[in-house]
């Protein structure tokens, strides 16, 4: 059984900064790539950043120069920097781990509004 726990939404003004973090527990042999998908009110899912367990990295367009993902692979853990928000990045983000080349896990997501 593999859990993910995100941690670190909340409200932040336009332009101010958050960092989410999601950690991965259970047993695990190896998380190949883990990622952050947001979900605003009435859209569909989508992917903001992804990370591979060798380092690469992909963004949405909406997200680059503005966000940074980063992992910890001795952690389990997979972070999301954001930088100056913007009401548009407001929603429920999601954490997302492939692991052992074959199994998708999602966490319970953490809110995060963008709002003066």
């Known amino acids: 059984q593999v859990q993910l726990v995100e941690s670190g939404g909340g409200l932040v003004q336009p332009g101010g900064s958050l960092r989410l973090s999601c950690a991965a527990s259970?047993?695990?042999?190896?998380?190949?790539?883990m990622a952050w998908y947001r979900q605003a009110p009435g859209k569909q899912r989508e992917l903001v950043a992804i990370i591979t367990s060798s380092g690469a990295t992909n963004y949405a367009v909406s997200a680059k120069g503005r966000f940074t993902i980063s992992m910890d692979s001795a952690k389990n853990a997979v972070y999301l920097q954001m930088n100056n928000l913007k009401p548009e990045d407001a929603g429920v983000y999601f954490c997302y781990a492939r692991i052992d080349g074959l199994y998708d896990h999602w966490g319970q997501g953490t809110q995060v509004t963008v709002s003066s």
């Open positions: 259970g047993t695990i042999s190896s998380i190949n790539a």
